[in-house]
C-alpha cells in the first residue's frame, strides 16, 4: 500500500552514463514533483507536472528530462551524467483528493556519479 | 523571492524536556505550510500541514503554530523523546499546485 514508489533507491555509475529514476504514486493525485537533495540537505524543487502537462521547470539543465505518461508516474532521465548531479533525488505527489494540497514523499534516489 | 529560515541548525535537549522549533519565511501570500521529519538516510515523513487559514494543528505530542502576517510558524514538541532525534524541515507553498520552498531544516539530538 505504498504511496509514492521511487526506483532505484540506490544508483551508483559513472560520469558520462545516462539513468533513469521512476516513481509511481496510487493516491489519485494530479501533481507530481522531483526534488533534489544536495550534499548539504538543501531540498529545491526541479520540475512538476500536473495532469501530464509540465507546469514547473526550475532552471534545471537540458541533461535532465522528466516524463509523465499518465497522471500516476512522473519519471526522470538524466543524460551524461556529471560529478555535481551526485545527489539525492526525491519523487512528490499532491492534488486535489484534499483541499490541503499537502505533498507526500517517496523514500528518494540515492544517485552517486564517480 | 521566498526564503524559509530555519534556525538554529542543530538542537540538542536532554529527554523529557518540551521544545520549540521555529521557522520563518519572507512571503506572507503562502497557501500553506508543512513541517516534515526526516529521519538520516531516509525519506521525508509528513508531520502537520498548517491552511493559510488556520492557526494550529496537532497531532498526538506535536502542536505547530503559524502567524501568516509575521511570517513565523512554530513546531512545539512536548515530552520529547530519544525517537525525536531526526532533522525537521519547514516548507512553504504558495499556490495549489505550486512548489514546495523549503528551510535548511533542524537537525534534533534528544538526549537519554
Known amino acids: 500500500d505504498t504511496a509514492v514508489s521511487q526506483t532505484p533507491k540506490y544508483l551508483v555509475t559513472q560520469m558520462g552514463n545516462d539513468k533513469s529514476i521512476k516513481c509511481e504514486q496510487n493516491l489519485g493525485h494530479d501533481t507530481m514533483y522531483w526534488y533534489k537533495q544536495d550534499s548539504k540537505k538543501f531540498l529545491k524543487i526541479m520540475f512538476s507536472y500536473n495532469n501530464k502537462e509540465l507546469i514547473i521547470n526550475e532552471t534545471v539543465p537540458n541533461r535532465f528530462s522528466p516524463k509523465s505518461p499518465d497522471k500516476a508516474h512522473l519519471n526522470l532521465h538524466i543524460n551524461s551524467l556529471e560529478l555535481g548531479d551526485s545527489a539525492v533525488y526525491f519523487c512528490?505527489?499532491?492534488?486535489?483528493?484534499?483541499?490541503?494540497?499537502?505533498?507526500?514523499f517517496g523514500p528518494g534516489t540515492r544517485l552517486t556519479v564517480t | 523571492k521566498q526564503e524559509v529560515t530555519q534556525i538554529p541548525a542543530a538542537l540538542s535537549v536532554p529527554e523529557g524536556e518540551n521544545l520549540v522549533l521555529n521557522c520563518s519565511f519572507t512571503d506572507s501570500a503562502i497557501y500553506n505550510l508543512q513541517w516534515f521529519r526526516q529521519d538520516p538516510g531516509k525519506g521525508l515523513t509528513s508531520l502537520l500541514l498548517?491552511?493559510?487559514?488556520?492557526r494550529e494543528q496537532t497531532s498526538g505530542r506535536l502542536n505547530a503554530s503559524l502567524d501568516k502576517s509575521s511570517g513565523r510558524s512554530t513546531l512545539y514538541i512536548a515530552a520529547s523523546q530519544p525517537g525525536d532525534s531526526a532533522t525537521y524541515l519547514c516548507?512553504?507553498?504558495?499556490?495549489?499546485?505550486?512548489?514546495?520552498?523549503f528551510g535548511k531544516g533542524i537537525t534534533l539530538s534528544v538526549r537519554p
Open positions: 512528490a505527489s499532491g492534488g486535489a483528493r484534499t483541499e490541503t494540497y499537502e505533498q507526500y
Open positions: 516548507a512553504v507553498q504558495a499556490g495549489a499546485n505550486s512548489k514546495l520552498t
Open positions: 498548517i491552511q493559510s487559514s488556520q
